[in-house]
């Protein structure tokens, strides 16, 4: 009964980093609140989880309730589609602050349960959206404001590749020096892309002041609309890095619901092919986006990282009182 | 054998990558938000003692390596195997070669006892305590009196060993040196 160690029921943070957690709500509540952007709440627990190939959702059961059988239920990975919905139901500007759910995601960085600020602008671009995504960032973090390099000349920069006219033979090759021979000509285009952008542009980026990374390849679009410059098909995607880490993921909103439909079709397929269950399209995400999203940008960041780089620290259990094993 | 998925890598876990055994030292989750998760992990490639770093995608496994540490006593050398024994009350001797003993050749005392890595079943590598005494055979005659100054000399231990002395030290002393620094600790009162 007392064989375990008397310190497993502490809390893995410090007070202090708890307190600093306390504060960081309150930045960010007034920086909102001072900008009439309206919080919200949505579900974490509901019926459809998110189709993106490479996060995966809790899954949970819910019992019968009066009118409906028990459902399959999914933890949400973000409350993108929920916020939408609302979008579409005309709320106007909002942001929220919830917990969030990726299974098997365990590291320095990551927990599987983690805290998500998520906003939305409608009428902003990609390029609007990153500005305050900067005010924030950098008045927390008393940084100067973040530099923009697009995805190609990073690559191009760190790497000596460039990602939209290599070859896949060539980052396969590349890739090599990391994961092996046998694995990286295994590995698909956008695989090779994420090894290069992890093993060597995020340690480059440590030494940079904040950047954000833009127009990334219209393959890794995810929820953002596309569109062509300068002969490349890219996304309105982008994402700050300071000090090296990934700190958010922010689109100009795809609006268009027969190319959202098209891309749920999409990563379905992909995931097939992975092996992984499929994640059927939440039908009521989609009437929402046929009724009108209006024209919008979004981001996603994530606080518990937030805090690790306001106090200094390059592990995530220092910033949350009970990672996953103490949970 | 048994096989290791990325998750269950921990520091120290001994698995077979491109047919060598090896030591896991570090595993790091890396994951873009929307990318491919990975795992990237530095090991120690035991027969090498090289440092090899390999990412890995979450999930893959690697075989575990047949690898043990086991506390031995070591007995004697016959000029091509250096004998250790087994401390349980076995009674039961390995015989280590050239190579898995050449780190540990100038830490190596009879009747001490040492670290002896197994890979399926043949010793692959000795590691001494963190301390050994033994005892100097030769050394520049020592200054009495000369305690405070702090000079050193060199010292030649009976393994063979050379490590820098205060200066009182003299022939026969036995003297505690800390293995991993190959620096000089104290003198041991026999």
């Known amino acids: ?62 019992a019968a309730t009066p009118g409906h059988s028990d459902l399959e239920a999914w933890l949400q990975t973000s409350p993108e589609y929920h916020m939408k919905r609302l979008l579409a139901a005309g709320a106007g500007a909002i942001y929220q602050i919830s917990r969030a759910f990726r299974d098997g995601e365990r590291g320095s960085r990551h927990n599987p349960e983690f805290s998500l600020l998520e906003w939305y602008r409608p009428g902003f671009d990609d390029q609007q959206l990153m500005q305050e995504v900067g005010e924030l960032v950098c008045d927390w973090l008393q940084l100067p404001n973040p530099q923009r390099l697009c995805y190609r000349d990073a690559l191009i920069k ?66 953002a609309k596309t569109s062509r410059i300068e002969g490349l098909e890219v996304a309105h995607r982008f994402e700050l890095y300071v000090e090296g880490v990934e700190l958010c993921n922010g689109y100009w909103e795809l609006t268009d619901a027969t190319e959202q439909r098209r891309r749920f079709e999409q990563d379905n397929q992909r995931r097939a092919d992975a092996g992984k269950p499929i994640m059927p399209p939440d039908e009521r995400f989609l009437s929402a986006i046929d009724a009108g999203l209006p024209d919008c940008s979004g981001v996603a960041l994530g606080l518990d990282r937030l805090l690790m780089l306001k106090l200094g620290t390059g592990s995530i259990d220092d910033v949350i009182a009970f990672p996953i094993e103490r949970a | 054998m048994a096989s290791y998925s990325t998750n269950e890598f921990r520091s120290g876990l001994k698995v077979l990558l491109d047919g060598d055994p090896c030591a896991i030292l570090e595993n790091e989750f890396v994951k873009p938000g929307k990318g491919q ?11 090498s003692n090289r440092v090899w770093e390999r990412t890995f995608k979450s999930g893959d496994s690697l075989e575990a390596a047949d690898v043990l540490d086991q506390e031995m006593e070591y007995l004697y050398t016959d000029g091509e195997f ?62 009495k009196g000369d305690t405070a100054q702090g000079g050193t000399k060199p010292a030649t231990l009976s393994t063979g060993a050379v490590v820098n002395v205060p200066l009182f030290i003299t022939i026969g002393e036995v003297l505690k040196v800390d293995t991993r620094s190959g620096e000089y600790v104290n003198r041991v009162k026999s």
């Open chain 1, 1 to 62: 009964m007392f064989d375990k160690p008397a310190a497993g029921w502490r809390p893995s943070a410090s007070l202090n980093a708890l307190e600093s957690r306390a504060q960081q709500l309150h930045f960010v509540r007034d920086f909102f609140a001072a900008r009439k952007v309206l919080e919200v709440e949505t579900p974490v627990l509901a019926g459809h989880g998110v189709s993106d190939l490479n996060i995966d959702s809790v899954k949970a059961c819910v």
């Open chain 1, 158 to 223: 760190f790497v000596g590749l460039d990602p939209f006219e290599a070859t896949q033979q060539c980052l396969a090759s590349r890739c090599e020096a990391w994961v092996g021979a046998d694995l990286a000509h295994t590995l698909e285009r956008d695989a090779c892309l994420d090894i290069l952008m992890s093993h060597e542009v995020e340690p480059a980026l440590r030494s940079e002041p904040p950047t954000f990374i833009t127009h990334y390849p219209a393959s890794q679009a995810a929820l």
């Open chain 2, 37 to 47: 998760a990975f795992n990237r992990v530095k090991l120690r490639n035991l027969m």
């Open chain 2, 82 to 143: 250096w004998h250790f024994m087994l401390t349980d009350g076995s009674f039961e001797q390995y015989p280590a070669d050239a190579k898995a003993v050449s780190d540990v050749l100038k830490w190596l005392k009879e009747q001490d006892v040492y670290t002896v890595t197994l890979y399926n079943g043949a010793p692959l590598s000795v590691t001494p305590p963190n301390f050994v005494e033994l005892e100097v055979v030769d050394t520049d005659p020592g200054m």
